[in-house]
């Protein structure tokens, strides 16, 4: 049973990473590259979609990693769960400090109503995402080194 959920835990936790690292080398690079309406309106729609979705699989994974060092105690590799949970912990709080407020603006801008600064609120957004995803990028090396 530990083996499946280390690999569950892990195989959530990489699609996760997957999806922060596109939206941060692709998706925003491809918005950034379109007319500053179609710019801002997709920044928004990207806003409302994955800040429905994230914050249930940053909890879901930062869930899963804790079980996993909790059932895993006395096995080889812990001490990498243990830290690769604190790693998401913390991008669990950068998130609702850093991340989530500019969101929750962003998420509701039109052509109409955006304010003079929303390109920089959201380079400020997009410079929070760069270290975001790094810090979940060495979550999942270390639960990948702990598989083995």
């Given amino acids: 049973m530990l083996n499946a959920l280390e690999i569950v835990t892990t195989v959530v936790v990489g699609v996760m990473v997957g999806v922060e690292f ?19 309106l997709g920044h928004a729609h990207g806003g409302r979609m994955l800040g429905a979705v994230m914050p249930v699989w940053y909890t879901g994974s930062l869930v899963l990693a804790a079980i996993w060092a909790i059932a895993g105690w006395h096995h080889h590799g812990t001490g990498l769960v243990v830290t690769a949970a604190a790693l998401l912990i913390l991008s669990v709080i950068m998130s609702i400090l850093l991340l989530v407020p500019i969101n929750n603006r962003n998420k509701t801008w039109t052509p109409d109503n ?26 999942f090396a270390l639960l990948v080194t702990a598989l083995t």
């Avoid at 596109?22 to 590259?33: C, D, E, K, T």
């Avoid at 304010?115 to 810090?135: G, I, S």
């Fill in 114 to 139: 955006r304010p003079a600064d929303w390109k920089q609120q959201l380079n400020r957004w997009e410079r929070f995402h760069y270290v975001r995803v790094a810090v979940i990028i060495a979550a």
């Fill in 22 to 40: 596109s939206v941060a080398f692709v998706m925003n690079r491809i918005l950034n590259a379109l007319p500053e309406d179609s710019a801002q």
